[in-house]
C-alpha cells in the first residue's frame, strides 16, 4: 500500500538552522552548514548557496513548512517569502553543533591571529612576527585578561569629595576570541592590547604614503591648529600647510619639488592617516593628494 506524504512536509538533514521569533510563532530557514556567517560578513553573496531549499519553516526537523497566512500575519502583506527568508537570515539566531561551534571558533581565531601577525612588528628590527609568536603573547594576555576581569569590581572609581565617581582610564583586557564578533574587530582588540600591555616587544607597522601638493598652497598659513600644538607666549604657533602636513609623518623618506608641485614620501602611524586625509581635503582646496603606497610596512626574516 502507498503511503503519501503531506504536501507540506519536506524531509532535510545535515543542516544549519536559523531561527526567528516574529510576534508568537518561531519560523526557521534551512541553511547549508557555514555558510550563515560567510553571507553576514559580506563573503558569500548567492543567496542559493546558503539556503539548502527555498522557504520558511515553523520546524525544519519535522520538515513543516510556515503557511502563507501565518506569513503575513507575523511579517505583514507586504513582504514576499524571499523577504521573510532575507529577515530571518539576517536577523535570527544561528543553531550550529557543538563540533561546528569549535570548528568555526577554530576558523576566527586562525583568522585573527593571521591579521594581527601582518599588521605588527618589532619596534626594533621593523620585522614581522611568526603567527606561532603572536598566538603566544595573546594567550599570555588571555590569561592575564581573565584576571583582569575577575578583580573588576575591585578596580572601581573612588567617589570624589563632591560624591561623583571619578573616570577611570579604560584598558584593553583580551580574553580571547569568540564566535560571535567578525575577526577584523577581534583582530583591533588584540592589537589594542599587545601594544598596550606589551607581553612581547610590538608596534603597528607604518603606512608608505606618496603626498603631493601644490606650492602655492603649501606655503600658506594652516587654518586648523592641532590640539596639542606649540605654544608661545600663551597663543598658539601658526604653522604652514606644508609644517603641519611634515608633523604627521614619523620618517621622511624622499621630498622633492616637481615644477609647481611638492611630493614627500614618507611613514605614517595607522591611527594618524585619517587626520592626514581630513587636513589635505580641507586645507588645500583640492590641490593636494594622498597615495597609500604600502599599508603595512613590515620587513620579513630572509
Known amino acids: 500500500m502507498r503511503v503519501n506524504q503531506p504536501s507540506n512536509q519536506i524531509k532535510l538533514t545535515n543542516v544549519s ?46 520538515g513543516q513548512t510556515a503557511p502563507t497566512a501565518d506569513l503575513v500575519k ?37 583568522e585573527v591571529v593571521s591579521i594581527v601577525a601582518s599588521k605588527l612588528v618589532d619596534p626594533k628590527t621593523k620585522r614581522v612576527y611568526t603567527t606561532g609568536m603572536i598566538e603566544k603573547a595573546l594567550e599570555m ?14 578596580d572601581k572609581p573612588a567617589a570624589g569629595e563632591d560624591g561623583e565617581s571619578k573616570p577611570k582610564m579604560k584598558e584593553h583586557v583580551w580574553t580571547g576570541v569568540v564566535a560571535t564578533k567578525s575577526a577584523k574587530s577581534q583582530a583591533l582588540e588584540a592589537m589594542k592590547a599587545l601594544i598596550l600591555h606589551q607581553p612581547i616587544p610590538v608596534m603597528r607597522a607604518r603606512m608608505r604614503l606618496r603626498i603631493t601638493c601644490s606650492l602655492a598652497v603649501l ?21 604652514t600647510v606644508k609644517d603641519r602636513i611634515l608633523s604627521f609623518i614619523e620618517q621622511v ?50
Request: glycine letters at 10%.
Open 74 to 110: 507575523s511579517f505583514g502583506k507586504e513582504m514576499s517569502v524571499n523577504d521573510v527568508v532575507l529577515e530571518i537570515l539576517n536577523k535570527g539566531e544561528l543553531q550550529v553543533g557543538e563540533k561546528e561551534r569549535a570548528a568555526q571558533l577554530e576558523r576566527v581565531h586562525n
Open 253 to 302: 623618506e624622499s621630498q622633492d619639488t616637481m615644477g609647481a608641485e611638492w611630493e614627500v614620501i614618507g611613514f605614517v602611524e595607522p591611527g594618524a592617516f585619517k587626520g592626514l586625509g581630513d587636513f589635505i581635503g580641507s586645507e588645500t582646496k583640492s590641490q593636494g593628494r594622498v597615495e597609500v603606497l604600502d599599508m603595512a610596512v613590515t620587513t620579513s626574516e630572509d
Open 17 to 62: 538552522l536559523v531561527r526567528l521569533k516574529k510576534g508568537k510563532k518561531r519560523f526557521e530557514i534551512a541553511c547549508y552548514k557555514n555558510k550563515v556567517l560567510e553571507w553576514r560578513s559580506g563573503i558569500e553573496k548567492d543567496l542559493d548557496n546558503v539556503l539548502q531549499i527555498e522557504g520558511v519553516f515553523l520546524n525544519v526537523s519535522k
Open 219 to 239: 606655503k600658506q598659513n594652516a587654518k586648523a591648529v592641532p590640539k596639542d600644538g606649540d605654544v608661545e607666549d600663551g597663543e598658539k604657533v601658526k604653522a
Open 141 to 154: 594576555l588571555s590569561s592575564q585578561g581573565s584576571q583582569a576581569q575577575g578583580d573588576k569590581e575591585k
